[in-house]
């Protein structure tokens, strides 16, 4: 991901990252903005997990139970696999990288 202002573009980092994420709404519902997100998201995660730069493991905000969805249908297509953990609205999901498949 990568911000562009006027004179210069800057890479997004994990920590900035992580924030977006922390400011992702908990309600989206399952549309072409959230999967394309998912998609970003698996792909930066797994060009890092591959070239060894992050934990072969990414954790999701939480989100509700159609978003989990979409997240748990997407991961396989990048070598992911996927669990849930929390309940209710603390619920939320992580890939794990394990390989092209």
């Known amino acids: 991901m990568f911000l562009q202002s006027p004179q210069k573009i ?3 980092d994990s920590e900035c990252r992580r924030n977006s994420q ?3 709404p908990q309600n989206r519902t399952n549309d ?3 999967m394309d997100f998912v998609k970003s998201e698996l792909q930066w995660f797994t060009e890092q997990a591959k070239k ?3 934990e072969p493991r990414y954790k999701f905000a939480a989100t509700s139970k159609e978003n989990r ?3 748990h249908a997407l991961a396989p297509h990048y070598g ?3 669990d849930s953990y929390g309940t209710g609205p603390q619920r939320y ?3 794990s990288y394990v390989g092209e498949t």
């Open 10 to 12: 800057l890479q997004c």
């Open 22 to 24: 922390a400011n992702l």
């Open 32 to 34: 072409v903005d959230f």
């Open 52 to 54: 060894g730069l992050v």
């Open 69 to 71: 969805h979409i997240i």
């Open 80 to 82: 992911c696999t996927t």
């Open 93 to 95: 999901t992580a890939v």
